[in-house]
T-cell receptor, first 116, second 111 residues
Framework: GAVVSQHPSWVICKSGTSVKIECRSLDFQATTMFWYRQFPKQSLMLMATSNEGSKATYEQGVEKDKFLINHASLTLSTLTVTSAHPEDSSFYIC????????????FGPGTRLTVL | GENVEQHPSTLSVQEGDSAVIKCTYSDSASNYFPWYKQELGKGPQLIIDIRSNVGEKKDQRIAVTLNKTAKHFSLHITETQPEDSAVYFCAASQAGTALIFGKGTTLSVSS
């Protein structure tokens, strides 16, 4: 099946710093990538939809200036958490969808962010 | 917008028994219904999906059924094994849109 990778798998940072998370589709071209956030024992909450070469579409309540998303190529999307605070600590997961008529989304392994 | 309800939130079965997880969706325009398995600390893994032009789909011990009229779909796991223990999420979407997830079901299979 299709493989999506994320880097780093976990990161610890100090409050006020910025953290970048990379999401890559390894064996297919992803015209659309999605970023989710998951708190412990909860479901996945969609943060934003990212289409290659265009601005991301953010869900209601998600601060676009805080969570910067860039989808510069068909295999790479990045999420930058700017000026991170402890309440941003969470599990961030990306998914990727190939182009055409397919609906199938493949998820990355997730990135655990801890802000001290 | 779409809303997906999932039941039960927890399910405990004995090894070899069957497990059934049910989901309902609200938007009749949704036409794609995947199921994901998530193990602790990992990303969700697609285990089976169904589209609205199909009523049932099987893959070895896993099957999914869809009732478009009632707007519900179910995951059936037969001959459960301890390694089936995980959190299972259902989801729904229209073509090309983001998935809307249910709240998840924690399945525990005891040997």
């Amino acid at each position: 099946g299709a493989v999506v990778s994320q880097h780093p798998s976990w990161v610890i940072c100090k409050s006020g710093t910025s953290v970048k998370i990379e999401c890559r589709s390894l064996d297919f071209q992803a015209t659309t990538m999605f970023w989710y956030r998951q708190f412990p024992k909860q479901s996945l909450m969609l943060m934003a939809t990212s289409n290659e070469g265009s601005k991301a579409t953010y869900e209601q309540g998600v601060e676009k200036d805080k969570f910067l998303i860039n989808h510069a190529s068909l295999t790479l999307s990045t999420l930058t958490v700017t000026s991170a605070h402890p309440e941003d600590s969470s599990f961030y997961i990306c998914s990727a969808k190939a182009g055409g008529t397919t609906d199938t989304q493949y998820f990355g392994p997730g990135t655990r962010l801890t802000v001290l | 917008g779409e809303n997906v309800e999932q039941h039960p939130s927890t399910l405990s079965v004995q090894e070899g028994d069957s497990a059934v997880i049910k989901c309902t969706y609200s938007d009749s325009a949704s036409n794609y219904f995947p199921w994901y398995k998530q193990e602790l600390g990992k990303g969700p893994q697609l285990i089976i999906d169904i589209r609205s032009n199909v009523g049932e789909k099987k893959d070895q011990r896993i099957a999914v059924t869809l009732n478009k009229t009632a707007k519900h779909f179910s995951l059936h796991i037969t001959e459960t094994q301890p390694e089936d223990s995980a959190v299972y999420f259902c989801a729904a979407s229209q073509a090309g849109t983001a998935l809307i997830f249910g709240k998840g079901t924690t399945l525990s299979v005891s040997s």
